[in-house]
């Protein structure tokens, strides 16, 4: 994605799924091994970018899609937004 501003950090990288029609959500996955889980791979959702409008959006949840946020105001752990 073009627009994406933000490197993965060290030991992470990003996945792309489809959500809905035009929205695609954007996934951080931790390559380090976890004992507890036996498993690589750990995903945890950084948001979410609607192709139509071309706008990203903070997550509610995995499932819910939240406000519009400005990609410069975002960390490359999370689109949402502090208080």
């Avoid at 030991?11 to 954007?26: S, W």
């Avoid at 996955?29 to 498993?39: A, E, K, S």
């Avoid at 499932?63 to 949402?80: E, H, L």
Wanted: with cysteine; aromatic share 16%.
């Amino acid at each position: 994605m073009n627009s994406f501003a933000h490197l993965a950090p060290s030991i992470h990288h990003y996945e792309y799924t489809d959500f809905k029609a035009n929205v695609f959500a954007i996934w951080i996955v931790n390559d380090r091994h976890f004992d507890y889980c036996g498993r690589s791979g750990v995903k945890s959702i950084w948001g979410f970018y609607n192709t139509k409008t071309k706008q990203f959006h903070s997550p509610i949840n995995a499932k819910t899609i939240g406000k519009v946020v400005d990609i410069n105001k975002t960390t490359p752990y999370s689109a949402m937004q502090l208080l």
